[in-house]
C-alpha cells in the first residue's frame, strides 16, 4: 500500500530506539503536521527534488475493498467507481464528474508487533511541482486547535492540511489538501494510469488547491504563515473574513521579505504581495507569532545573521511616499523591536578564529536561529559559538517583573539582556568547512583568500556557514490542571541536544550566570540531554524537527525526534522502558533465576531483556 516506506531500519542506543527512512531522492526539509488525521494517523510532509510527499503513519487502516460486483448493492463506497456521465456534448473532453473518496477505516488501532514495535506507513502521497522544495511552512498548532464561536473561520481549515512551499522556481506555493489520507481506490483509479499528468499539484485529483505566490526573484529562503481572523466578531461574516498571511524571504540584494493574503474560502490561480520590505541583512529564519491574541498574533519575529532579532508587525501599516503604480505594494508594516545578541570573547576563547586585518570582537555573534517560545511571549535564539539564549519580552519567566521593554531593552555595549543563557555541549567541535583559517600577521600577501579573509564585511570566518535549527513544540498535559510544557531541541552542526521542559529547566537555572547547558544539572525534567548516536549514514544533518507523542510516557524523551538527512530520515523514539514496580522486578528477576536452575541457557530474548536491564539501571546508578 505504501510502496516506499515499507520497513525501516532499526537500530538501538542507551537514550532511544532510532528509526532510519530511505528515500529514493533528495530531500531538503520536512515537517510534522500538528494535529492528527481522522483515522488517528502521523503525517509528515517532506519536500524534495520534485515537490511534496506526505506520509500518513499509524492509526486504523484502511477497511477491505468490496468486490466491484458488489458495489452497486450499497451506495456507502459506490464513488470509488468514478461516476461517468454520459450526456456530455463534447466526447473528447470525457467529462466526469469529480471523483469522491470515502475512505472507511477499521474500528481499532491494530496492536503493535513485538518483532516490529513501531506504527507501519500507512499510505503516501506525491505532489508533483516541477522544481524542487527547499522549505515547507505550517499553521501553528495553537491555530489549528482553536475552537469557539469567535473562531468560526477555521473550520473549513481543520479538516485540511494547509502548508506553503519556498520552491527554487522563485514562487511560493500555499496548498491545501485534505487530511484524511486518500483510499486504495483513490489511488487505483484507471485515468491515473492512462495520464500521469493527473499526479500534478492544482489538478484537483487529491482534492487539493495550489496557489502561486509570486514575486521573488531568487528563491525563497525561508517561509512562515499564520492565519489573520480580521474581524473580530462571532457572526456569519467572520469565516468570509478569515485569510491566510504568507511571510517569505530570499536574499534580494541585501535581503527582501514579502508578505502575502490569501482569502480562506476564495482562492486565486495567482496572488502578488501586498506588502514588500527591504532588509539590512539577509535572514536566517522568519516565523509568525503563535499567539491567538490579536495584538501579538501579527508579528513576526525576523532573525538575521548579522546578530540582531527583529519583530515586524505588518498590521501597524505606513503608507509609502511612492504612487501604487510604480510599485506592487506601495504599504509595510512597522520595526517594533530589535534583539541584539553578543559579542564573541576573542581573547577569552583561544579556538576562535583570528581574521587578518580585524579587530579582536568585531561584529556580533551570528544567529543561526530564533524562534518564539512561552506562547509568544519570549524569544529563544541559537548563536553560531553553541551559545542560546531567552529574551523575556513580557517577563513570563519565574521571578521576572517585567520584561525586556520594561527594562528598556539594551545594556551597555547595545546587548540585549538575555534572561536564561546557556551554551550546547560540545559546540567546540563543530567541523567547519572551507580552507583553514591565516593566523594573524602583520604583514600578509595580497592573495585572493587572503584578501577575502582581511575584508572585515565578507563575513564572519568560517562559524558564519555553521548550520543549525531550533524547534519547538508545546506538549499538553493529560491533566486539564496541569499546564503545558514546551520541548526545545536545538541543532548545531554535529552537535544534538533538548531540553524537554523549558519551564522547568528555567525555573531550575533562573539564578545561575552562563554555562546552564550541563547534562546532568538540575532535577529530572529539568536537564538538558545530548543526543548521541545518531546515524545519518554519512550524511549531514538537513534539518530537525519534533512530533508529539499521541501516549506520553514516564521516561524517555517528551516527543519523538525527527532527523533529516540528504537521502533519508531518521525517528528517535523513546527507547527506555518504563521504571517497573518492585513486584514486576522481582517477578521477572525469579523467572530469569528458575530458567538457568532449570538447566536450561538463557535464549536470544531472555539475553536481550537482561541487557536492557542493565541499559536502564546502570546509568541511573552513576547519574544519581
Sequence with gaps: MAETFSKPRVSKSSQSIQLTYELPHRVYTAKPYPILSANGSTVILYGHDN??????????????????????????????????????DDEGDSA????????????????????????????????WFGSEVLDLALLPPTILKVDGPSWRGMDPLKQK??????????????????????????????????????????KGTWGETVVVLSGHQKPSEGVSITVDFAGAKADSKTSA????????????????????????KSYNAQVEPFQSISLASPAKSISFNPSLSRQYSSHLLVAESVGVCRIYDYKLVLKSNEEPSETSSAEHGKWLLSLYAGFPAVKNDPQAPQQIGTHAG????????????????????????????????????????QGILGRQGIKGGSISEYSLTGYIDGATKIRTSGPPQITSSRFAPMTPGSRKAADPFSGRGSDSRVRGQISVVEIRSSSPTTPSEESILFWLGDTHAVVPNLAKYWAANAQKTGGSGSLFNGPPGARMIKLE?????????????????????????????????????????????????????????????????????????????????????????KIF
Design 362 to 401: 568585531f561584529g556580533r555573534k551570528t544567529v543561526v536561529d530564533a524562534q518564539w517560545v512561552s506562547g509568544g511571549r519570549a524569544v529563544v535564539v541559537l548563536l553560531n559559538d553553541g551559545e542560546w539564549a531567552i529574551w523575556d519580552i513580557e517577563g513570563v519567566g519565574p521571578n521576572a517583573p
Design 161 to 202: 492540511i494547509v502548508f506553503a512551499a519556498s520552491c527554487a522556481d522563485n514562487t511560493v506555493r500555499l496548498v491545501t489538501l485534505p487530511l484524511t489520507p486518500p483510499s486504495p481506490a483513490s489511488k487505483a483509479r484507471p485515468e491515473l494510469r492512462n495520464d500521469f499528468t493527473l499526479a500534478n499539484a492544482g
Design 533 to 621: 548516536s545518531i546515524d545519518l549514514q554519512g550524511e549531514r544533518c538537513s534539518g530537525i524537527e519534533q512530533i508529539v507523542k499521541t501516549a506520553t510516557s514516564s521516561t524517555g524523551l517528551s516527543s519523538e525526534i525527527l532527523i533529516l538527512g540528504e537521502h533519508r530520515f531518521t525517528l528517535l523514539v523513546s527507547g527506555k522502558p518504563l521504571r517497573e514496580r518492585p513486584a514486576e522486578k522481582s517477578a521477572s528477576r525469579l523467572a530469569l533465576v528458575e530458567k538457568s536452575i532449570n538447566g536450561g541457557q538463557l535464549d536470544v530474548f531472555g539475553i536481550d531483556q537482561a541487557l536492557t536491564r542493565m541499559e536502564s539501571t546502570g546509568p541511573q546508578r
Design 51 to 88: 515537490g511534496v510527499k506526505i506520509i500518513w503513519r499509524g492509526g486504523r487502516k484502511f477497511k477491505p475493498q468490496r468486490p466491484a460486483s458488489a458495489s452497486h448493492s450499497k451506495t456507502n463506497g459506490s464513488g470509488g467507481a468514478a461516476v461517468i456521465s454520459l450526456d456530455s
Design 241 to 264: 473574513d478569515t485569510q491566510i498571511i504568507v511571510a517569505s524571504h530570499s536574499r534580494e540584494v541585501k535581503g527582501h521579505l514579502l508578505l502575502w493574503r490569501v482569502p480562506v
Design 96 to 127: 466526469k464528474q469529480p471523483f469522491e473518496d470515502k475512505p472507511e477505516f477499521e474500528a481499532e488501532d491494530d496492536e503493535l508487533n513485538p518483532s516490529h514495535p513501531y506504527p507501519a506507513t500507512l499510505q503516501e502521497l506525491d505532489l
